[in-house]
């Protein structure tokens, strides 16, 4: 469990700051709903720039799959360069959801 706890508590403050601005700074017209689908896209990454196949996304999807394999470094080998490692690759897959969101509601 110790392994995660770096991995779990950037999950944790990720999906809080992500919450904040779904609340926070999306427009007041947007629904709840439009508010929930856009944190499930932060969350995911570049994971729904993959399963839509979007072309203008193809470099924040190549970081962000990516930074996911350097989030996984710390629970594998679990020392202070790989938590930061891991905080950096977290870093490219929240940004890639971001990127998304930006592309998303662009279009």
């Given at each position: 469990?110790?392994?995660?706890?770096?991995?779990?508590?950037?999950?944790?403050?990720?999906?809080?700051?992500?919450?904040?601005?779904?609340?926070?700074?999306?427009?007041?017209?947007?629904?709840?709903?439009d508010?929930?689908?856009?944190?499930?896209?932060?969350?995911?990454?570049?994971?729904?720039?993959?399963?839509?196949?979007?072309?203008?996304?193809?470099?924040?999807?190549?970081?962000?799959?990516?930074?996911?394999?350097?989030?996984?470094?710390?629970?594998?080998?679990?020392?202070?360069?790989?938590?930061?490692?891991?905080?950096?690759?977290?870093?490219?897959w929240?940004?890639?959801?971001?990127?998304?969101?930006?592309v998303w509601?662009?279009?």
């Amino acid at each position: 469990m110790k392994r995660f706890a770096v991995t779990g508590s950037l999950f944790v403050v990720a999906g809080t700051l992500a919450a904040l601005f779904c609340v926070c700074e999306l427009p007041s017209a947007c629904s709840p709903v439009d508010r929930v689908r856009v944190w499930v896209v932060f969350m995911t990454g570049p994971m729904y720039a993959t399963l839509s196949d979007s072309p203008s996304l193809a470099g924040a999807e190549l970081f962000g799959w990516c930074g996911l394999l350097l989030g996984l470094s710390h629970p594998l080998r679990p020392t202070p360069w790989t938590g930061v490692l891991a905080a950096f690759g977290l870093f490219l897959w929240f940004s890639a959801g971001f990127l998304t969101v930006l592309v998303w509601t662009a279009v």
